[in-house]
Every structure is written in C-alpha cells, then in structure tokens.
C-alpha cells in the first residue's frame, strides 16, 4: 500500500514540473503601453530639444539721426591755417588757376549775357552750348547775335584757322587779350578782358555787321557744363 502511495506521488510530481518548464517556455503577452507613458517620452525629448541655447534678436534702440548741411570746402594744402588765411590762399590759387590759362593759349569762355553795343538790351543766355574757344592752331566761335536791337537772335557759327594780329598784355585787374579772326572772306576782331580776382570775362566781339558785348568765365575745354553739346 506504501509502495502504490510513493509511486502516484511520484507521477503526480513530475507531471507538475513538465507544466512548469511548458509555463517557462511560453513568451509572455505584450503589453501596451499606457498613454501616459507615450505622453511623459515625448515631454522628455521636447524637454531636452527647448535646453538647447537659442540665438536671441533684441532689437537696439538708436538715438535719432541729426543731419546737417556741411559746405566740402577743398583746403589743401592749407593745413594749419586759419579762416582768414585759407581764404587768402583760395583766392591766391585762383588768381594763379586764371593766369595760368591765360598764358595757356588754350582755354573757351562760355557767355552768360549778351549785349548790342553801345545802348542795347541785355540779354541773359541760359544756354550752355554757346562759347568762343582759343587754342593753340584755331579759333572756335559759336555765339549768338542780337540784330540791332530786334527780338530776332542770330548765331555766328564757325572754326577758323586765320588767327592774326594777336596781342596780349598785364594789366592791374587780370589780363586785356585781342586778335583776328578771319571765316572766308569775313572778318571779326575779338577783345578779351580777364580779371583774375573775380574770374569775370569779358568779350567784344566785332562783327561785319554788328557790335556785341559778352560777359562770361573763361574754362578749359574739358570743362563739363550740364546739358553741354559737343564742340
């Protein structure tokens, strides 16, 4: 009676122990996740993404701008000079600046009014391609002309390379400078009258027909005049 007791003991025994090790075997089901927990990563990696240092834009207040109106005043070489002595010197380099071009025999003047000499009216020329030019070989003439005293304006317009009777000479205001002019079988006789000082010029002209009388400034000719045509 023992011996059956110990034998259905045993079987009964290592029937458990094979549902043990079957139980062991089997993969246990997957869980879910609960949402919270999907909720609490994503927190986590936004968190450690927002500690990364951002560049920040302030924008900075600027006081308000002041302008002012400056006069480009060109001194050199006047350094270490006063008011009073760069003023002197400004006007001691122009009056050299129109002597020079003088003796240059090569310069244009460029009127600014117009004359029908002895009484006629005066005329302002607004104009910038009128101009009488002197250089080296010729003379270079285009100028307009009042017709005894007429509101009809002619123009004298001509190169010649007939220059004679040229004479020049210093005198207390600047520089008196006269000459010939011939266009064919024209004549014109042309007075200069420079002042150094003041750059004023001025031109008799004397033509077969009439007299005029221009007051200008003389330039060289790679002088720019706005709106200025081509010789």
Not at 72 to 95: D, I, M, S
Not at 154 to 174: H, K, L, P, T, W
Request: hydrophobic share 35%.
């Amino acid at each position: 009676m023992k011996k059956h007791i110990l034998t259905l003991f045993g079987a009964g025994l290592s029937t458990i122990c094979a549902v043990c090790a079957v139980s062991a075997q089997t993969p246990r089901p997957t869980h879910h996740a609960h949402p919270s927990g999907t909720a609490q990563q994503v927190s986590n990696i936004r968190s450690s993404v927002d500690s990364i240092p951002q560049t920040t834009v302030v924008p900075v207040q600027q006081p308000p701008l002041e302008i002012a109106d400056y006069t480009t005043v060109f001194e050199a070489p006047g350094e270490g000079l006063n008011r009073v002595e760069r003023r002197a010197l400004r006007a001691k380099n122009h009056a050299a600046c129109i002597d020079s071009l003088v003796q240059s025999h090569n310069y244009v003047f460029y009127p600014d009014t117009m004359q029908e000499m002895p009484e006629g009216t005066v005329h302002r020329i607004y104009t910038d391609y009128f101009f009488f030019g002197l250089f080296a070989d010729h003379a270079e003439v285009h100028l307009p002309v009042d017709r005894a005293g007429s509101q009809y304006i002619e123009r004298v317009n001509f190169d010649s390379m007939a220059i004679s009777n040229y004479r020049i000479s210093r005198v207390q205001c600047g520089w008196m400078i006269s000459f010939d002019i011939a266009d064919g079988d024209a004549r014109y006789h042309a007075s200069f009258t420079v002042c150094t000082a003041t750059g004023e010029t001025t031109l008799t002209f004397i033509t077969p027909s009439v007299t005029m009388r221009y007051i200008g400034t003389l330039g060289n000719r790679r002088r720019i005049r706005p709106h200025t045509r081509p010789f």
